[in-house]
């Protein structure tokens, strides 16, 4: 034990007094500090956004009088983790528009960010993009001439004539360069939630700082596996530079060019088949058809009228409107306008709403569950893509900060599933209400339509406990590249050859 310590504090000490460990430290402080600013700042703009829209919806909801304008919003609140790991929080839908007779589809979902794709790259960057690069090429830079440079230089040699064992020289070595990267990770991590606190639009709860313990933890694992993929390939090279240029190149395989790769060659040859979106919009054009084709048939039989207005009977001069949206807008609205109200007689339309709008909004229910399909098979090709670049150290630490912060496409994916799942709230409360057949549907003569117990859509964020779950499987991953390259530099150490 006390030989093992030697060589730590041997290996740690001639770490600490190099140049590249200050440089290094700054580097990373500084981008760290800086990218925190920078995501603090649009952070604040997004949730001052959000609140204002909010408040704009519920002003707008106010002005509701009748039933058939009922238009709720599902707003998505920016997550304060996103300050750390932007993920999808910034490239996905943050409103979803709520209309009855309207499938709710991503691509129709208001969007957010800028158009600028150069600011849009700019304000992608964040502490794990600084920690999945920077810290990265410091871990390497640490640890490629730990033992190559030793060998050139002959001190390896001759620590190996005295009685150090092999593998207490080698654990010595990796625990040693890992303790000066164990400061400038925890330090930068803690410069950064120094910056965020200090922002008075941010707030994090005990589930947020527990999350971020987490991210820490990764961030080491990750960090880790960088500095042991040095390590093996100084121990498998003779000569530092060449120990530096080959881990320099797998570096920037695994970092930069495996997931873009992936992703290029999944778009390029999709494993899914997807349909384009004219023949997606001929189909939900399909369904609209089908749904007036039913719903004419249903009431020429039961009721003996060819369309829903004409069974409003006329007590005099009347003029009656119908607005409709185009089924390529994928809604199929109708919107009644009869003046003078008092000069009709709408009971019977009363009778036929009650049996027509359940009927659309059932149709509507299918057009989405079609629209659902397309985006579930994207999802399945975009999980491929995943799947392979998460074979890469730098892609599994990716997308395990991203399960950890809830800002990975499967957050994003149950956004939009809460949004629906709010649709169907809101359908269940007009039937309770039995909303479709009363006369404030179309006209308010009678009294204005009441929305105070109409259900507000609540973002809920999946618990700590689900999202460490899911991370599970990429941890492991990290933990498997750090065995498996320790065991790779420990037993090739054990065999390697001095002459």
Not at 63 to 83: C, G, V
Not at 284 to 299: L, N, S
Not at 461 to 475: Q, T
Request: net charge neutral; with cysteine; proline share 3%.
């Amino acid at each position: 034990m006390a030989t093992l310590w030697l060589v730590i504090q041997r290996e740690f000490v001639s770490n600490v007094l190099t140049s590249r460990f200050m440089i290094g430290f700054l580097i990373c402080l500084m981008s760290t500090a800086a990218a925190v600013f920078v995501q603090v700042e649009d952070y604040e703009k997004r949730l001052a956004a959000y609140h204002t829209a909010v408040q704009e919806h519920q002003e707008t909801s106010q002005t509701w009088d009748l039933y058939s304008q009922i238009n709720p919003k599902a707003h998505r609140k920016p997550n304060p983790l996103s300050i750390f790991n932007v993920g999808m929080e910034k490239s996905g839908a943050d409103m979803v528009s709520i209309q009855l007779a309207t499938p709710i589809w991503e691509k129709e979902a208001q969007k957010q960010g800028s158009d600028n794709p150069f600011l849009s790259i700019f304000l992608s960057v964040d502490v794990i993009f600084v920690f999945k690069i920077i810290l990265s090429a410091l871990a390497i830079l640490f640890a490629y001439n730990t033992i190559s440079g030793e060998r050139e230089d002959g001190t390896l040699k001759l620590v190996l004539s005295n009685p150090v064992p092999r593998h207490t020289l080698i654990l010595g070595k990796y625990l040693g360069g890992m303790l000066p990267l164990f400061p400038i990770v925890v330090i930068s991590f803690a410069v950064g939630l120094v910056i965020a606190f200090a922002s008075s639009a941010t707030t994090f709860n005990g589930s947020d700082i527990l999350r971020l313990v987490l991210v820490l933890i990764v961030s080491l694992l990750y960090v880790s596996v960088c500095y042991l993929l040095g390590l093996l390939l100084s121990v498998w090279t003779k000569a530092a530079a060449t120990t530096l240029i080959l881990s320099m190149f797998i570096w920037g395989i695994l970092t930069i060019v495996h997931s873009n790769i992936a992703t290029f060659a999944v778009a390029k040859f999709p494993p899914h088949k997807l349909q384009s979106e004219k023949e997606t919009r001929q189909q939900v054009e399909k369904i609209w058809e089908d749904f007036k084709v039913e719903r004419d048939a249903y009431i020429l039989k039961k009721w003996g009228y060819k369309y829903p207005v004409s069974a409003i009977s006329q007590k005099g001069a009347l003029s009656i409107q119908i607005s409709m949206s185009s089924p390529w807008e994928l809604g199929f609205k109708e919107l009644y306008t009869i003046k003078p109200i008092h000069n009709a007689d709408v009971s019977k339309f009363q009778e036929v709403l009650g049996y027509q709008e359940p009927l659309r909004i059932d149709y509507a229910n299918k057009a989405e569950e079609l629209l659902k399909r397309t985006e579930e098979i994207s999802e399945r090709n975009g999980q491929l893509a995943r799947d392979i670049s998460r074979i890469s150290l730098a892609d599994a630490y990716r997308f395990a900060v991203g399960k950890i912060t809830g800002t990975d496409q499967k957050s994003y994916n149950d956004f939009m599933e809460q949004a629906r799942s709010y649709k169907r709230q809101i359908v269940d409360y007009l039937v309770d209400k039995n909303a479709f057949s009363e006369q404030a549907w179309f006209s308010s003569d009678k009294g204005a339509a009441e929305f105070i117990d109409l259900p507000v859509f609540q973002h809920q964020y999946n618990p700590v406990s689900d999202s460490l779950f899911r991370a599970l499987g990429d941890v492991f991953i990290l933990l498997a590249w750090n065995v498996i390259l320790f065991m790779g530099a420990y037993l090739s150490f054990l065999r390697y050859d001095m002459s």
